[in-house]
Protein backbone atom coordinates (compact mmCIF):
# COMPACT_ATOMS: atom_id res chain seq x y z
CA UNK A 1 0.00 0.00 0.00
CA UNK A 2 2.68 2.49 0.71
CA UNK A 3 4.23 1.69 -2.60
CA UNK A 4 0.82 2.59 -4.04
CA UNK A 5 0.73 5.77 -2.34
CA UNK A 6 3.84 6.97 -3.10
CA UNK A 7 3.03 6.13 -7.06
CA UNK A 8 0.39 8.93 -6.68
CA UNK A 9 1.89 11.70 -4.95
CA UNK A 10 4.90 11.40 -7.83
CA UNK A 11 2.18 11.21 -10.47
CA UNK A 12 0.30 14.35 -8.56
CA UNK A 13 3.73 15.91 -8.73
CA UNK A 14 4.94 14.79 -11.94
CA UNK A 15 1.63 16.66 -13.50
CA UNK A 16 2.34 19.87 -11.65
CA UNK A 17 6.01 19.89 -12.90
CA UNK A 18 4.91 20.01 -16.22
CA UNK A 19 2.62 23.02 -15.73
CA UNK A 20 5.48 24.31 -13.77
CA UNK A 21 8.25 24.00 -16.53
CA UNK A 22 5.75 25.13 -19.64
CA UNK A 23 5.16 28.17 -17.62
CA UNK A 24 9.01 29.26 -17.19
CA UNK A 25 9.85 28.36 -21.07
CA UNK A 26 6.58 30.77 -21.81
CA UNK A 27 8.56 33.56 -20.50
CA UNK A 28 11.18 32.83 -22.74
CA UNK A 29 9.48 31.60 -26.19
CA UNK A 30 6.41 33.53 -27.24
CA UNK A 31 5.20 30.80 -29.46
CA UNK A 32 2.07 28.29 -27.84
CA UNK A 33 2.04 25.01 -27.02
CA UNK A 34 0.06 22.57 -28.49
CA UNK A 35 -1.67 20.56 -25.46
CA UNK A 36 -3.35 17.31 -26.83
CA UNK A 37 -4.74 14.99 -23.51
CA UNK A 38 -4.68 11.62 -24.44
CA UNK A 39 -6.04 7.26 -23.35
CA UNK A 40 -3.52 4.31 -23.62
CA UNK A 41 -5.78 2.01 -24.80
CA UNK A 42 -4.03 -0.61 -22.27
CA UNK A 43 -4.86 1.74 -19.45
CA UNK A 44 -3.61 5.28 -18.01
CA UNK A 45 -3.00 8.16 -20.47
CA UNK A 46 -1.08 11.63 -20.16
CA UNK A 47 -0.94 15.09 -21.84
CA UNK A 48 1.75 16.48 -24.07
CA UNK A 49 2.49 19.57 -24.86
CA UNK A 50 4.44 20.79 -27.83
CA UNK A 51 5.58 23.80 -29.63
CA UNK A 52 7.02 24.16 -33.40
CA UNK A 53 8.28 26.78 -34.96
CA UNK A 54 8.92 28.97 -32.31
CA UNK A 55 11.22 32.29 -32.09
CA UNK A 56 13.71 30.96 -29.55
CA UNK A 57 12.67 27.09 -29.87
CA UNK A 58 12.80 25.38 -33.51
CA UNK A 59 10.87 22.21 -31.61
CA UNK A 60 9.61 21.89 -28.23
CA UNK A 61 8.26 18.92 -26.38
CA UNK A 62 7.02 18.11 -22.39
CA UNK A 63 5.29 15.33 -22.02
CA UNK A 64 3.32 14.04 -18.81
CA UNK A 65 2.09 10.59 -19.01
CA UNK A 66 0.32 7.81 -16.03
CA UNK A 67 -0.01 4.79 -17.53
CA UNK A 68 -0.29 0.94 -16.45
CA UNK A 69 -0.75 -2.08 -17.67
CA UNK A 70 0.37 -5.61 -18.88
CA UNK A 71 4.05 -5.86 -19.91
CA UNK A 72 5.36 -8.07 -22.80
CA UNK A 73 7.50 -10.63 -21.89
CA UNK A 74 10.72 -9.23 -23.38
CA UNK A 75 9.84 -5.85 -21.38
CA UNK A 76 8.88 -8.00 -18.40
CA UNK A 77 12.66 -9.69 -18.17
CA UNK A 78 14.44 -6.45 -18.23
CA UNK A 79 12.91 -5.02 -15.66
CA UNK A 80 13.35 -5.38 -12.05
CA UNK A 81 10.24 -6.91 -10.00
CA UNK A 82 7.98 -9.92 -10.49
CA UNK A 83 4.46 -10.46 -12.90
CA UNK A 84 3.52 -8.99 -15.96
CA UNK A 85 1.63 -5.52 -14.24
CA UNK A 86 3.28 -2.02 -14.07
CA UNK A 87 2.89 1.49 -13.51
CA UNK A 88 4.68 4.11 -15.04
CA UNK A 89 4.41 7.90 -14.60
CA UNK A 90 6.54 10.95 -15.38
CA UNK A 91 7.67 13.92 -17.36
CA UNK A 92 9.56 13.60 -19.99
CA UNK A 93 10.81 16.95 -22.02
CA UNK A 94 13.36 17.70 -24.97
CA UNK A 95 14.03 21.41 -26.31
CA UNK A 96 15.54 22.11 -29.74
CA UNK A 97 16.75 26.17 -30.03
CA UNK A 98 16.34 27.46 -33.40
CA UNK A 99 20.13 28.83 -33.05
CA UNK A 100 22.89 26.38 -33.75
CA UNK A 101 24.95 28.31 -30.76
CA UNK A 102 22.02 27.32 -28.37
CA UNK A 103 22.56 23.61 -27.15
CA UNK A 104 19.54 21.03 -27.17
CA UNK A 105 18.25 19.46 -24.09
CA UNK A 106 16.63 16.92 -22.71
CA UNK A 107 14.86 15.21 -19.48
CA UNK A 108 13.32 13.04 -17.67
CA UNK A 109 12.29 12.57 -14.04
CA UNK A 110 9.80 9.23 -13.34
CA UNK A 111 8.39 6.47 -10.95
CA UNK A 112 7.83 2.80 -12.01
CA UNK A 113 6.32 -0.25 -10.50
CA UNK A 114 6.50 -3.84 -11.12
CA UNK A 115 4.93 -6.46 -9.15
CA UNK A 116 6.51 -5.90 -5.75
CA UNK A 117 9.06 -3.45 -6.89
CA UNK A 118 9.09 0.22 -7.81
CA UNK A 119 11.73 2.92 -7.80
CA UNK A 120 12.45 6.41 -9.82
CA UNK A 121 14.79 7.02 -12.37
CA UNK A 122 15.84 9.59 -14.94
CA UNK A 123 18.06 12.60 -15.44
CA UNK A 124 18.95 15.19 -17.80
CA UNK A 125 21.97 15.90 -20.42
CA UNK A 126 22.99 18.90 -22.01
CA UNK A 127 23.47 18.29 -26.07
CA UNK A 128 25.63 21.38 -27.94
CA UNK A 129 26.73 21.70 -31.16
CA UNK A 130 29.39 24.25 -30.37
CA UNK A 131 31.31 23.60 -26.93
CA UNK A 132 31.26 26.47 -24.53
CA UNK A 133 32.56 25.56 -21.37
CA UNK A 134 30.75 28.61 -19.59
CA UNK A 135 27.62 26.90 -20.74
CA UNK A 136 28.49 23.49 -19.70
CA UNK A 137 30.20 24.44 -16.23
CA UNK A 138 26.50 26.32 -15.52
CA UNK A 139 24.74 23.14 -16.18
CA UNK A 140 27.30 20.89 -14.24
CA UNK A 141 27.38 22.65 -11.10
CA UNK A 142 24.02 23.57 -11.42
CA UNK A 143 23.23 19.85 -10.94
CA UNK A 144 26.10 19.18 -8.76
CA UNK A 145 24.75 21.65 -6.06
CA UNK A 146 21.32 19.82 -6.64
CA UNK A 147 22.77 16.41 -5.71
CA UNK A 148 25.15 17.71 -2.61
CA UNK A 149 21.94 18.59 -1.15
CA UNK A 150 21.55 15.08 -0.62
CA UNK A 151 25.07 13.12 -0.89
CA UNK A 152 28.08 13.98 -1.88
CA UNK A 153 28.71 11.13 -3.25
CA UNK A 154 25.75 11.13 -5.92
CA UNK A 155 27.10 13.74 -8.47
CA UNK A 156 29.97 12.36 -9.24
CA UNK A 157 28.38 8.63 -10.08
CA UNK A 158 25.17 9.95 -11.78
CA UNK A 159 27.75 12.15 -13.82
CA UNK A 160 29.85 9.28 -14.90
CA UNK A 161 26.80 7.06 -15.40
CA UNK A 162 25.29 9.62 -17.36
CA UNK A 163 27.87 9.57 -20.05
CA UNK A 164 28.41 5.82 -20.16
CA UNK A 165 24.10 5.93 -20.60
CA UNK A 166 25.07 8.76 -23.35
CA UNK A 167 26.91 7.30 -26.08
CA UNK A 168 26.94 6.23 -29.20
CA UNK A 169 29.24 3.60 -29.19
CA UNK A 170 28.94 2.58 -33.06
CA UNK A 171 30.23 5.82 -33.76
CA UNK A 172 32.40 6.47 -30.15
CA UNK A 173 31.17 9.44 -29.75
CA UNK A 174 29.02 11.08 -27.00
CA UNK A 175 25.77 12.57 -27.45
CA UNK A 176 26.57 15.72 -25.64
CA UNK A 177 28.07 16.77 -22.74
CA UNK A 178 26.43 14.84 -20.41
CA UNK A 179 24.94 15.59 -16.78
CA UNK A 180 23.51 12.78 -14.82
CA UNK A 181 21.68 10.05 -15.18
CA UNK A 182 19.84 7.32 -12.53
CA UNK A 183 18.03 4.57 -12.11
CA UNK A 184 16.31 2.09 -9.21
CA UNK A 185 16.27 4.53 -7.05
CA UNK A 186 14.05 3.40 -3.64
CA UNK A 187 14.11 -0.07 -5.10
CA UNK A 188 16.19 -1.11 -1.90
CA UNK A 189 20.15 -1.91 -1.93
CA UNK A 190 19.87 -5.15 -3.73
CA UNK A 191 18.39 -3.24 -6.55
CA UNK A 192 20.53 0.18 -7.62
CA UNK A 193 22.37 -0.53 -10.50
CA UNK A 194 25.25 1.98 -12.48
CA UNK A 195 27.61 1.92 -9.36
CA UNK A 196 30.99 0.66 -8.68
CA UNK A 197 30.65 -2.57 -6.62
CA UNK A 198 33.04 -0.97 -3.92
CA UNK A 199 30.70 2.27 -3.91
CA UNK A 200 28.51 2.13 -0.68
CA UNK A 201 25.15 2.64 -1.76
CA UNK A 202 23.13 5.75 0.22
CA UNK A 203 20.02 6.15 1.77
CA UNK A 204 19.43 9.02 -0.74
CA UNK A 205 19.12 5.64 -3.27
CA UNK A 206 17.27 3.11 -1.47
CA UNK A 207 14.78 4.63 0.68
CA UNK A 208 11.52 5.51 -1.14
CA UNK A 209 10.95 8.88 0.77
CA UNK A 210 15.00 9.91 0.34
CA UNK A 211 14.60 9.32 -3.51
CA UNK A 212 11.52 10.94 -3.88
CA UNK A 213 13.09 14.38 -2.42
CA UNK A 214 16.22 13.78 -4.45
CA UNK A 215 14.08 13.64 -7.82
CA UNK A 216 11.92 17.07 -6.77
CA UNK A 217 15.26 18.48 -5.53
CA UNK A 218 16.94 17.56 -9.19
CA UNK A 219 13.95 18.25 -11.03
CA UNK A 220 13.01 21.41 -9.77
CA UNK A 221 16.58 22.74 -10.66
CA UNK A 222 16.36 21.64 -14.45
CA UNK A 223 15.30 25.07 -15.98
CA UNK A 224 17.79 26.73 -13.37
CA UNK A 225 20.36 24.65 -15.18
CA UNK A 226 19.40 25.11 -18.80
CA UNK A 227 17.50 28.56 -19.44
CA UNK A 228 20.15 30.86 -18.20
CA UNK A 229 22.25 29.15 -21.23
CA UNK A 230 19.64 29.85 -24.10
CA UNK A 231 18.47 33.14 -22.83
CA UNK A 232 22.42 33.65 -23.59
CA UNK A 233 22.86 32.22 -27.07
CA UNK A 234 19.82 33.09 -28.47
CA UNK A 235 20.43 35.83 -29.95
CA UNK A 236 23.95 34.75 -31.02
CA UNK A 237 24.85 35.22 -34.80
CA UNK A 238 25.08 32.34 -37.02
CA UNK A 239 25.05 31.49 -40.92
CA UNK A 240 24.29 28.34 -42.86
CA UNK A 241 28.02 26.97 -41.89
CA UNK A 242 26.33 27.05 -38.04
CA UNK A 243 23.35 25.37 -38.98
CA UNK A 244 24.98 22.48 -41.37
CA UNK A 245 26.62 21.77 -38.26
CA UNK A 246 23.65 21.48 -36.41
CA UNK A 247 21.55 19.56 -38.78
CA UNK A 248 24.36 16.86 -38.77
CA UNK A 249 24.86 16.60 -35.39
CA UNK A 250 21.16 16.21 -34.59
CA UNK A 251 21.66 13.37 -37.01
CA UNK A 252 23.75 11.88 -33.86
CA UNK A 253 20.77 12.66 -31.27
CA UNK A 254 18.23 10.71 -33.78
CA UNK A 255 20.62 7.98 -33.54
CA UNK A 256 21.05 7.40 -30.08
CA UNK A 257 16.93 8.02 -29.37
CA UNK A 258 16.00 5.46 -31.94
CA UNK A 259 18.83 2.63 -30.94
CA UNK A 260 19.36 2.82 -27.29
CA UNK A 261 17.11 5.43 -25.42
CA UNK A 262 15.11 3.21 -22.40
CA UNK A 263 12.43 5.75 -22.52
CA UNK A 264 12.03 5.45 -26.52
CA UNK A 265 12.24 1.77 -26.38
CA UNK A 266 9.68 1.17 -22.90
CA UNK A 267 7.17 3.35 -24.83
CA UNK A 268 7.23 1.62 -27.89
CA UNK A 269 7.64 -1.45 -26.05
CA UNK A 270 4.67 -1.00 -23.70
CA UNK A 271 2.36 0.59 -26.81
CA UNK A 272 2.58 4.27 -25.57
CA UNK A 273 0.82 6.92 -27.47
CA UNK A 274 3.76 6.97 -30.67
CA UNK A 275 3.32 10.90 -31.55
CA UNK A 276 4.45 11.47 -27.57
CA UNK A 277 7.00 8.79 -27.76
CA UNK A 278 8.93 10.33 -30.82
CA UNK A 279 8.19 14.45 -29.61
CA UNK A 280 11.51 14.27 -29.03
CA UNK A 281 13.01 14.16 -32.43
CA UNK A 282 14.28 17.37 -34.17
CA UNK A 283 12.09 19.05 -37.00
CA UNK A 284 15.07 18.86 -39.57
CA UNK A 285 18.47 16.82 -39.65
CA UNK A 286 20.64 15.63 -42.41
CA UNK A 287 23.39 12.98 -42.78
CA UNK A 288 26.43 13.56 -44.71
CA UNK A 289 28.17 10.24 -46.02
CA UNK A 290 31.85 10.26 -44.17
CA UNK A 291 31.73 13.94 -43.21
CA UNK A 292 34.07 14.81 -40.77
CA UNK A 293 34.95 18.52 -39.78
CA UNK A 294 37.54 20.49 -41.82
CA UNK A 295 40.70 20.24 -39.62
CA UNK A 296 41.23 23.55 -37.54
CA UNK A 297 37.61 24.22 -37.50
CA UNK A 298 35.15 25.62 -34.78
CA UNK A 299 33.51 22.26 -35.86
CA UNK A 300 36.35 20.35 -35.18
CA UNK A 301 37.11 21.84 -31.77
CA UNK A 302 33.96 21.26 -30.74
CA UNK A 303 33.36 17.25 -31.58
CA UNK A 304 37.30 17.22 -29.46
CA UNK A 305 36.11 19.02 -26.89
CA UNK A 306 32.64 16.90 -26.91
CA UNK A 307 34.72 13.77 -26.66
CA UNK A 308 37.49 14.70 -24.29
CA UNK A 309 34.42 13.75 -21.18
CA UNK A 310 36.25 16.33 -19.00
CA UNK A 311 35.21 17.40 -15.47
CA UNK A 312 32.84 20.63 -16.76
CA UNK A 313 32.50 21.69 -13.50
CA UNK A 314 36.10 23.24 -13.42
CA UNK A 315 37.24 21.56 -10.06
Known amino acids: MARVIMTERAAEWFERLQDTIVAELGRLEPAPFREDVWARPGGGGGRSRVLGGGDVFEKAGVNYSNVHGELRPEMAAS ?5 AQFRACGVSLVLHPR ?25 TDLTPYYVN ?11 RA ?40 GAGAERVAGRPAATAVTAAETDPERAFAFVQDVAAAF ?7 VERRKDDPWGERERNWQLIRRGR ?18 DGRVESILMSLPPEVRWEYGHLPAPGSEEAASLAALCARKDWTGG
Not at 79 to 83: Q, S, V, Y
Not at 133 to 143: K, S, V, Y
Open 146 to 185: ACDRHDGGLYPRFKAWCDDYFHLPHRNEPRGVGGIFFDYL
Open 79 to 83: LPGDG
Open 223 to 229: TAAYLPI
Open 253 to 270: YVEFNLLYDRGTVFGLRT
Open 99 to 123: NPRAPTVHANFRRLERGSAAWFGGG
Open 133 to 143: QEDAGHFHRTL
